[in-house]
């Protein structure tokens, strides 16, 4: 099954997540980034566009043979719904409307969800201000794979087989992980979602709604803009959390690779990230980065140091040792785990020198 996974456990931290402390810093000597939190007109506009596109080749592609329905729902349809669901994303930190309009924002969100097939746009939301408000965290960030993921996958072919389910476990393993009551706003959206999938199946038939259903599973699974999944928090640098990726690919996915700016300001809409990296480049120039997502997905496979164990993860505090201040007892991380602290800028810190800042990209250019 290819070449066994080296890591046996996750980077165990003892710091808070580092984006919160640069946002504070890079606000006080760059004042005018809060004058990129804005919702960016035009996003709308597109997604309004790519809903409409979606609903035109539903038509189109109805009467046609189901190879040239997948053919289609893997190089059109999916690259089309993924960047839905990244605008779903955009929408679940308010960019659409702003934070003064939360009901508009949501109710966008259910329009943008419509071609996904899958109601996830409340439920993306609630579990996903978690990950950026808890980063790493044990429980609360359930972007970090589950303790099944880390030991079942842990081989060449089964780490193939987890990017091709990836979509399965990114939607199921909230509910295990830190499950939350079902809220009246995500009953709204399957309530909206499933009459329209009946609707598309009614009018148009079975192959427009497999076209729309399997392009969103077939666009986040083993296809190149699937890659920033990985690219984003997969430590394939130590001590080293959040990646941003510089590539074309971010022209359909609203700049998501920019995602170390992105956690640094959630409340600046893609289309002004790249805008933070030119106000405050000795932030970004010397972080590790990706140049190309296919190349990540490349290397998580066969590359033996890598896998769903490489992510950071943060101690804990039990109450009683949060009342106390002890933490000497930290039976919870294992004997093996690598223990590192990092600075408020990003660079990795061991036994209180920082390591060299620039460690050079983490691949070359090939999307």
């Known amino acids: 099954m290819g070449a066994k996974v080296s890591r046996d456990d996750f980077e165990w931290v003892y710091t808070e997540e580092p984006h919160a402390s ?39 592609i109805k009467d046609q043979s189901w190879p040239m ?12 719904n993924h960047s839905l669901t990244l605008a779903v994303h955009e929408i679940a930190h308010n960019l659409a409307f ?13 329009f943008a969800n419509l071609p996904i097939g899958i109601p996830m746009s409340i439920s993306f939301k609630k579990y996903h201000l978690d990950h950026h408000r808890y980063q790493g965290d044990d429980q609360k960030d359930v972007d970090i794979p589950s303790r099944f993921e880390t030991v079942f996958f842990n081989s060449t072919l089964l780490k193939f087989i987890w990017v091709l389910m990836n979509p399965w476990f990114y939607s199921i393993r909230p509910f295990f992980i830190n499950p939350k009551p079902l809220t009246s706003l995500e009953i709204i959206n399957m309530a ?22 399997i392009g969103s599973f077939m666009g986040t699974s083993l296809h190149p803009m699937a890659g920033h999944f990985i690219s984003e928090h997969y430590m394939f640098v130590k001590g080293y959390e959040t990646y941003s ?44 980065c990706h140049d190309s997502w296919v190349k990540v997905m490349w290397d998580f496979i066969f590359n033996p140091e890598i896998g769903p164990y490489s992510r950071i993860k943060r101690y804990r505090p039990t109450k009683e040792q949060g009342k106390n201040g002890n933490h ?27 390591q060299n800042g620039r460690l050079g990209e983490v691949h070359t250019k090939h999307d």
């Open 328 to 354: 000497k007892n930290m039976e919870v991380l294992s004997e093996k785990s690598h223990r590192m602290d990092s600075n408020g800028n990003g660079m990795p810190v061991e036994n209180g020198a920082v």
């Open 22 to 60: 640069r946002r504070k810093e890079m606000l006080a000597k760059y004042p005018e980034l809060k004058k990129l939190m804005r919702p960016d007109p035009m996003f709308k506009l597109y997604v309004a566009m790519m809903v409409l596109l979606q609903f035109l080749v539903c038509f189109a």
């Open 98 to 110: 702003g934070h003064s309009q939360p009901m508009m924002n949501r109710m966008f969100g259910f």
């Open 192 to 213: 909206i979602q499933f009459p329209f999938d009946y609707l598309i199946y009614h009018f148009l038939g079975f192959k427009a709604l497999a076209y729309l259903i």
């Open 245 to 288: 990726y510089y590539g074309p690919l971010n022209y359909l996915t609203w700049n998501v690779g920019y995602h170390t700016e992105h956690h640094d300001f959630p409340s600046i809409p893609g289309s002004n990230l790249p805008k933070v990296r030119k106000i405050a480049p000795e932030y970004y120039d010397n972080l590790p």
């Open 69 to 80: 329905i997948l053919i289609l729902a893997y190089t059109f349809g999916g690259v089309i």
